[in-house]
C-alpha cells in the first residue's frame, strides 16, 4: 500500500518567531507515526524550521525552485541551495505561481528537472481553472500539464515525485471538491500514468491539493487514489494540520 503523505504549504505568512512556533507545536502533536508529514516554508525561513524539525518526523519543504541550476537570475533560489538546507521536497507549478507570475508547463517541468537533479523531490501542482471545468476541459487541462513533465522528464521520473491535483477553483475560495470530484480526477491521473508505466502508477503519492480542512479530510483520504493532501491555510494553524494529519 502506498503510504500517505500530508504537507503544508504556508504560502507567504508568518513571522520568524510565528514559524517557530508553528513547527514547533506541530512536532509535539506528532504522537503517532500513521503518514509521512512536512511543510513547504517561506525561504527566509528554511535554516530556522530546519534545525527545529531536524532528527524529528516532520519533512522541511521549499514552495518553489528554480528552472536553473545557477547564473545571472535574480531572485530564484536552486535546488543546490534547497538542498544544502535540508529541504526534501519542493512544490513546482502551483497554481499560485502560474496563475500570478508566469510559470509556464514547460518552467515547470524544467523546475521538476532540476529539482531532482539535486535529489529534491518534485511536487508537482496541476489542476483546473472553474472556467476550464464549467467548459468539461478538466482531463484535457490535466494532461497538458502531465505531458509537459513527461516530455522533458520521461515517465521514470515519477518513481521520485508527489502529484498534488489542485483544482484551482477550490483554493482560498472556501470551495472543495466533492469526494467523487476529487477521485474523478485522481483517478484519472494515475490511468494516465498507468498508460505508460503501471508500476509508477501503483507507487506515487497523489495528494489533494484544493481547500482540504479537518471537517472534509477524512472523506477525502477515504478515496482509493488520494494519497494525503496539499494544505494550504489549515497548515497555518497546528492543531488543524494535526486533525487533517490524523484523518489520513
Known sequence: MRRSLVLGN???NGTRSSAESLAKGIIAGLDSDIADIAICVPYVYLS???QIAQNTRLGLGAQNVADKASGAFTGEISATMLKEFGCKYALVGHSERRTFYGDTDQSVAARFCQAQEQ???PVLCIGETLGQREQEQTFEVITTQLDAVVNLAGI?????AVIAYEPVW???TGLTATDEQAQEAHQFIRNYLAAKD???AEKIQILYGGSAKPDNAKGLFAMPDIDGGLIGGASLDAESFLKIYHSV
Open 156 to 160: 521514470a521520473a515519477f518513481n521520485n
Open 10 to 12: 504556508w504560502k507567504m
Open 170 to 172: 477550490a483554493i482560498g
Open 198 to 200: 503501471q508500476t509508477v
Open 119 to 121: 535529489g529534491v523531490i
Open 48 to 50: 530556522d524550521i530546519g
